[in-house]
């Protein structure tokens, strides 16, 4: 599978490439902001729903190397509650998100998540999410025998319980929408899925060629991969 950025149809591959991608992305950032723990943040966005926030923190006036979260805007809703900002210890641009994913005024798990600004959410207040899994990943129509059978709604946030924690999750759900996308600063193709899921509808994407051949709506999903997304109150 390819890497989290490729499966936004964000050139990777070796350094030199990811660094032209950085550049041509950072030219574009927009809508700069003082942020947690002594940073600037902004984000770039592409028609195709790709994106990346960018973090640049000073030291001794020079900046540092920015760091860069992929991030993809969808149509997908869920409910939630952030509940925590779990710091990163390394990297301030690697915080996450603690948040509960409620269904019909209930909590039904708990998830970490890469969210867009981490430090600008209210604790505690329900907030509308548009979660995406970025795939690692991905099973069509997965044997019901399988040794570890998943319901076909289900949700495992298995990065809960690795140390350090991570926003990884492995969830299953049904297929409402299949496509290719290109991103428009690139050209460069990636799949775009919707999944009906235990919580709300998802966006799931994946690097171009990554998929079993011929996913479509109706089918059963089973996907292991990273969460970013937006929560806005």
Same mark, same amino acid.
């Given at each position: 599978?390819?890497?989290?950025?490729?499966? $936004?149809?964000?050139?990777?591959?070796?350094?030199?490439?990811?660094?032209?991608?950085?550049?041509?992305?950072?030219?574009?950032?927009?809508?700069?902001?003082?942020?947690?723990?002594?940073?600037?943040?902004?984000?770039?966005?592409?028609?195709?729903? =790709?994106?990346?926030?960018? $973090?640049?923190?000073?030291?001794?006036?020079?900046?540092?190397?920015?760091?860069?979260?992929?991030?993809?805007?969808?149509?997908?809703?869920?409910?939630?509650?952030?509940?925590?900002?779990?710091?990163?210890?390394?990297?301030?641009?690697?915080?996450?998100?603690?948040?509960?994913?409620?269904?019909?005024?209930?909590?039904?798990?708990?998830?970490?998540?890469?969210?867009?600004?981490?430090?600008?959410?209210?604790?505690?207040?329900?907030?509308?999410?548009?979660?995406?899994?970025?795939?690692?990943?991905?099973?069509?129509?997965?044997?019901?025998?399988?040794?570890?059978?998943?319901?076909?709604?289900?949700?495992?946030?298995?990065?809960?319980?690795?140390?350090?924690?991570?926003?990884?999750?492995?969830?299953?759900?049904?297929?409402?929408?299949?496509?290719?996308?290109?991103?428009?600063?690139?050209?460069?193709?990636?799949?775009?899925?919707? $999944?009906?899921?235990?919580?709300?509808?998802?966006?799931?994407?994946?690097?171009?060629?990554?998929?079993?051949?011929?996913?479509? =709506?109706?089918?059963?999903?089973?996907?292991?991969?990273?969460?970013?997304?937006?929560?806005?109150?």
């Amino acid at each position: 599978m390819g890497d989290h950025f490729t499966a $936004m149809g964000l050139p990777a591959g070796n350094g030199e490439t990811f660094a032209a991608t950085l550049a041509r992305v950072f030219a574009e950032a927009r809508d700069w902001t003082r942020s947690g723990r002594g940073t600037r943040t902004a984000n770039w966005r592409d028609p195709s729903g =790709a994106g990346v926030d960018l $973090m640049v923190r000073s030291r001794f006036g020079r900046r540092r190397e920015p760091c860069a979260t992929p991030q993809f805007t969808g149509g997908g809703t869920q409910t939630v509650v952030p509940t925590a900002v779990v710091p990163d210890a390394e990297c301030p641009g690697c915080d996450l998100l603690a948040i509960e994913v409620h269904e019909e005024g209930e909590m039904i798990y708990p998830l970490l998540v890469a969210a867009s600004r981490p430090y600008a959410h209210r604790l505690g207040e329900p907030s509308t999410a548009h979660l995406t899994f970025v795939a690692e990943s991905v099973e069509t129509d997965p044997d019901p025998d399988d040794a570890f059978p998943l319901a076909d709604r289900a949700l495992i946030p298995i990065g809960q319980f690795s140390d350090p924690p991570t926003a990884s999750v492995l969830a299953t759900g049904t297929v409402t929408s299949a496509e290719v996308r290109r991103t428009r600063l690139f050209g460069v193709p990636f799949h775009h899925i919707t $999944m009906a899921g235990l919580g709300g509808d998802f966006d799931v994407v994946a690097a171009h060629g990554d998929l079993p051949h011929g996913v479509r =709506a109706g089918q059963r999903l089973r996907v292991e991969g990273w969460v970013c997304g937006r929560v806005t109150t």
